[in-house]
């Protein structure tokens, strides 16, 4: 089966580069050879399908073609069959029929990792922590992570039975729930940080994600804030209309916001704000990282284009392509790229090279040979060429494995799920924090448990050795290699008291999430955040805000 995979995959990429050919030729022609390789398509897929060794899944087979098709022009033209529409959907509209939980799967278990504020999931009594047997009667055992998610959704005003595991309780409980209309929450915080700044976060630009920043801002801006943070950090993006509503929250109205170009000139067009901001006096920092894409960048790249923002945090995804949904036959679409994005000096933050990216797909270091230098409004210089470059760098530590593998693999969990069980008092997130003797306490409860990870220095250390016997130095070096991989070994005995301030944030985090659900861990971690404290500093200080705007 493989091998008629990479067959059919090298059948496609020949088909492709035919395709750059037909751009060249006229359209009669184009059309023949449009023709002719569809037809041999489809006359190889009924040879395959006759005549291949193993039975053939035809959905998997043609999907396997598609994606490897649609692969070789970017990585966000995407084919949605029909049994993923609906998560598309979702995805786009921040909008489905449910009872507003969110579960993760530990090993063989499926556990309540959130509970969405205001919905049939918390008015019904479920809990952070409940680990779910059953699905209208349905054992989870019996069922794939996709069967189960869609099990859980469906009609608005449908009930649904949930069997759930509690820690205290001996037996089984059951609740009932009826599904509504569940709309997640584009601006799960905002309020006041110290120094009197004002903090909005949000998650993704679904719809009215404008207005919801207008709102939280407009309430904010009673309390005379110093300044304010939008914070934008691995919000992947979403609706280009809803980043013009943003910047229109702190732009005059009839600025130009982004432009888009095409192929198909008649549909470029510029979008502009419509409405009038709600301040345009108040200092504003934008927080963006690698997570930061696509309608993040715009209004991160218009408001520094303005000279409107201060863009603190590190470079980020580099994403700048406009993708339209079109429908396809059965119920199936695809996600096409159909223009480029600028902002309003005329930068494109696209990325150049769609191969050169980090493992998380955003993108890395730009040569300058390869950028355009752009001017703000104030006459400073900004580039294009790869994401958006921040106006103050702040450095992140990177999270260790240890602290990943701990989260991965549900101690975190577990742990938080027992101490909360074992507490009556409800902590404040502005003020929680475990004390030395309560980490202990996880250090202890960890004693036994098994688990692994690779680390960086485990990584080098392995291709050290096998770089080694490829140049037969092996031997040599086979004693000093064992007495270092011993070292590391003895180290990570201590792994947990080396990485406790790692390990005790995500501990916080998860255990604030059972009290106040996910405002409660935005607002805990705050103490730990790098770029909050530079924002802070730079917010309360206005000769460094204006110096490094260029503002006189």
């Not at 820690?167 to 601006?187: A, C, D, S, T």
């Not at 919000?235 to 888009?260: D, H, I, R, Y």
């Not at 923002?309 to 949904?325: D, H, M, N, T």
């Amino acid at each position: 089966m493989q091998y008629v995979m990479k067959k059919l995959k090298l059948f496609i990429a020949i088909t492709l580069l035919g395709a750059v050919v037909l751009a060249f030729t006229p359209p009669a022609d184009r059309y023949f050879e449009i023709a002719k390789n569809l037809d041999i398509f489809a006359t190889l897929f009924k040879e395959v399908n006759a005549l291949y060794v193993d039975d053939v899944n035809p959905n998997h087979l043609i999907k396997t073609g598609i994606d490897a098709m649609l692969e070789s022009l970017d990585p966000y033209t995407n084919y949605i069959p029909e049994d993923q529409v609906e998560d598309f959907r979702t995805m786009n509209t921040g909008q489905y029929g449910g009872i507003g939980a969110i579960t993760r799967d530990f090993n063989d278990r499926t556990v309540v990792t959130m509970i969405m504020e205001g919905f049939a999931a918390q008015k019904g009594g479920l809990k952070i922590g409940d680990e779910i047997l059953k699905i209208n009667q349905v054992e989870l055992s019996n069922l794939s992570r996709r069967e189960a998610g869609n099990l859980m959704r469906g009609q608005v005003g449908e009930p649904v039975t949930l069997t759930v595991k509690r820690l205290g309780q001996e037996n089984p409980i059951k609740l009932e729930f009826k599904r509504e209309k569940i709309k997640m929450n584009n601006v799960p915080f905002s309020g006041m940080l110290e120094n009197n700044i004002a903090y909005i976060k949000l998650t993704e630009f679904t719809p009215d994600a404008g207005k919801n920043v207008r709102a939280a801002f407009i309430k904010l801006k009673e309390k005379n804030p110093k300044g304010v943070v939008l914070d934008l950090r691995d919000n992947p993006g979403g609706l280009l209309m809803e980043a013009v509503n943003v910047c229109n929250v702190f732009l005059p109205k009839g600025k130009k916001v982004v432009s888009t170009k095409g192929k198909i000139t008649d549909q470029n067009a510029t979008y502009a704000t419509l409405d009038n901001p709600v301040d345009l006096e108040i200092p504003v920092v934008v927080l963006i990282n690698r997570g930061s894409a696509s309608a993040s960048e715009i209004v991160a790249g218009t408001l520094q284009d303005y000279d409107r923002a201060l863009v603190i945090g590190e470079r980020s995804f580099g994403k700048g392509l406009v993708q339209v949904p079109r429908p396809l036959s059965y119920n199936a679409q695809v996600k096409i790229t159909t223009a480029k994005y600028y902002t309003p000096t005329g930068r494109c933050i696209q990325v150049l090279d769609y191969t050169h990216r980090r493992e998380d797909g955003s993108v890395a270091s730009i040569p300058d040979s390869l950028k355009n230098a752009f001017k703000t409004t104030n006459g400073r210089t900004v580039y294009d060429g790869g994401g958006i470059e921040p106006d103050l760098y702040v450095a992140q530590d990177d999270v260790h494995p240890v602290a990943q593998t701990l989260f991965q693999q549900g101690y975190i969990f577990d742990f938080s799920t027992q101490f909360v069980h074992n507490r009556n008092i409800q902590p404040d997130p502005k003020s929680f924090t475990l004390t030395p003797e309560e980490y202990q306490q996880f250090v202890s409860w960890m004693k036994g448990k098994k688990y692994s990870y690779e680390s960086v220095i485990d990584k080098q250390l392995s291709r050290l050795g096998e770089e080694a016997k490829r140049e037969r130095y092996y031997a040599e070096l086979k004693t000093q290699l064992d007495q270092v991989k011993s070292r590391v070994e003895e180290s990570k005995k201590n792994e947990l008291m080396l990485y406790k301030d790692q390990i005790k944030a995500l501990l916080e985090e998860d255990i604030i999430a059972r009290y106040h659900y996910e405002r409660g861990v935005i607002e805990v971690s705050f103490k730990y955040d790098q770029d909050i404290k530079k924002s802070t500093e730079v917010l309360t200080n206005t000769s460094q805000y204006k110096k490094m705007l260029n503002i006189h």
